[in-house]
């Protein structure tokens, strides 16, 4: 036997004795993590929901509407992480109105439920003024910021609405009503907080808010700033039991945008 035969026979013990299996894969121990968070999680959301008093119809509504975005929110998550999801659901091919047992008439008039937030991702703000009659004929004050407030001076008839034309330019605000009576304002994100908080004044508190120019004002103040205000009017809705409604073009931004500005709100359509 050569000497190099040698060597080899020596050293052999000592590499298999080093030498280890590989590592067994974690899914299942993740699959098992992520299925004990989610139920969790669904639970603590059912009796914070219950706590404040929703009816059986409203919480189902609720389930329902978070049912119907599953597919896609862990989708977006996935991207996120750089994790290929191992199939695509059929559930995921079929329309919102579908999956969530909802007519497409049945989702124009979503259930009004007081501290909530609704966002209507759509070109047209058509779902959002349909929804804001429901509100303001519910008895809810509400302070609309609008590019088109032609559309929403009708809804006067509906409630209490103070309309507000945003735009570009300063205007003194004792001086900015128009003949419709819509306050034509300067659309900074600061003059906007102000006239939301003094008509919440006046008001007492518990209002609703309807934005559908989002666009603009992200245009305008760039997304970071268009959030903020998105984010402080949704603690209104929620601090006094209110209502926030946007209505947003979401097909022009980027995917971590679009998901950001949709984890601020209860309902999305």
């Known amino acids: 036997m050569t000497e190099e035969s040698n060597d080899t ?13 590989p590592a067994p894969p974690q899914e299942d121990n993740d699959y098992a993590k992520g299925y004990e968070d989610g139920v969790r999680n669904a639970l603590r959301d059912l009796v914070a929901n219950v706590s404040k008093g ?16 599953l597919e896609e929110e862990t989708m977006e998550r996935r991207k ?11 559930d995921s091919l079929i329309p919102v109105s ?32 349909e ?7 519910s008895g809810l ?4 910021m609008t590019r088109l407030p032609q559309e929403l001076v009708p809804l006067r008839s509906r409630g209490k609405l103070m309309v507000l034309r945003i735009d570009s330019g300063g205007v003194e605000e004792g001086k900015a009503v128009d003949s419709s009576g819509t306050l034509n304002i300067d659309a900074s994100i600061q003059s906007l907080t102000g006239t939301v908080k003094r008509f919440q004044e006046e008001a007492g508190n518990q209002i609703g808010t309807y934005l559908d120019a989002f666009d603009y004002l992200e245009s305008e103040y760039n997304y ?24 947003a073009n979401t097909d022009g931004m980027e995917k971590r945008e679009q998901a950001t500005l949709q984890s601020d709100f209860n309902i999305k359509r």
């Not at 259930?111 to 047209?124: D, I, N, T």
């Not at 970071?224 to 209505?247: K, P």
């Open 141 to 144: 004050p509400v302070v609309a």
């Open 98 to 129: 579908t999956q969530s047992g909802y007519t497409s008439r049945e989702k124009a008039t979503t259930p009004v439920m007081q501290g909530f937030s609704y966002l209507f991702q759509e070109k047209s703000p058509n779902q959002a003024r």
């Open 54 to 69: 929703y009816s059986a119809p409203e919480l189902r509504f609720l389930a329902e509407s978070r049912l119907a975005h």
């Open 131 to 137: 929804f804001l009659s429901q509100v303001l004929s």
């Open 80 to 90: 996120s992480q750089g994790v290929s999801p191992r199939r695509l659901s059929m």
């Open 224 to 247: 970071e700033n268009a959030l903020r205000f998105v984010h402080w009017l949704n603690t209104i809705a929620q601090q006094f039991r209110g209502i926030l409604i946007v209505s």
């Open 9 to 21: 026979r020596e050293k052999g013990p000592a590499l298999r004795a080093s030498w280890r299996l």
